[in-house]
């Protein structure tokens, strides 16, 4: 896929937003009475908008359930893109030493450690959308990185009560479409979220 230098431009753009905020993934939060947070939280958290649904699910991972508090924060077209970002919270209390390790809890089709399993469905013109990518050739961190989506998840273990950011980067629908389906692996589907 070529690229003018105007998108690309907004490529890089997004890609950096994206890396520092929603996708970094740093160490627990080790302040004594607060919630632990693995993945640090967005920088710019008032940036990604309000929570716009919530789903409260259980998630299937090496023959344990974990029990997630899902928050779906707005969706917002910015240069030619549209990013999901979600808050994800462990609330079962666990036993003993069972982290949600998250590897490949989200992959979907893609067949990869990163949350790039994520879908968006226009009903209007019935088209799905898949994360947008980059040249596989261009990154050095081999099939993972070519998705601008978090990735490294294999390395992210939640506790109960701990919390992560997650993201994912589509190219945005046409204008004329207002709402979107946002499915995500092990989570009931977000119908009709609105698309600004």
């Not at 974990?66 to 808050?87: M, P, Q, W």
């Not at 226009?122 to 601008?148: C, E, F, I, M, W």
């Not at 190219?171 to 004329?176: L, M």
Request: hydrophobic content about 40%; glycine content about 8%.
């Amino acid at each position: 896929m070529r690229f003018s230098r105007s998108r690309l431009g907004a490529l890089a753009l997004t890609t950096a937003l994206t890396m520092t905020g929603c996708g970094a993934l740093g160490g627990p939060d080790r302040h004594e009475g607060a919630k632990a947070t693995a993945g640090a939280a967005p920088e710019g958290a008032a940036d990604l908008g309000a929570v716009v649904a919530t789903r409260d699910v259980q998630i299937s991972k090496s023959r344990n359930l974990f029990s997630v508090h899902v928050e779906l924060y707005e969706l917002r077209r910015r240069d030619g893109f549209v990013t999901v970002n979600v808050k994800m919270t462990r609330t079962d209390q666990g036993t003993g030493n069972d982290d949600w390790q998250v590897s490949d809890t989200f992959e979907g089709d893609t067949i990869s450690l990163t949350f790039a399993g994520v879908t968006l469905v226009d009903r209007k013109n019935r088209k799905r959308y898949l994360v947008a990518r980059v040249d596989p050739n261009t990154t050095p961190d081999g099939k993972d990185s070519q998705y601008l989506a978090s990735t490294n998840l294999s390395k992210l273990f939640v506790k109960p009560d701990q919390s992560i950011w997650l993201y994912a980067t589509f190219g945005a629908p046409p204008d004329d479409v207002s709402a979107v389906d946002v499915v995500i692996p092990q989570v009931p589907v977000f119908e009709n979220v609105p698309l600004g």
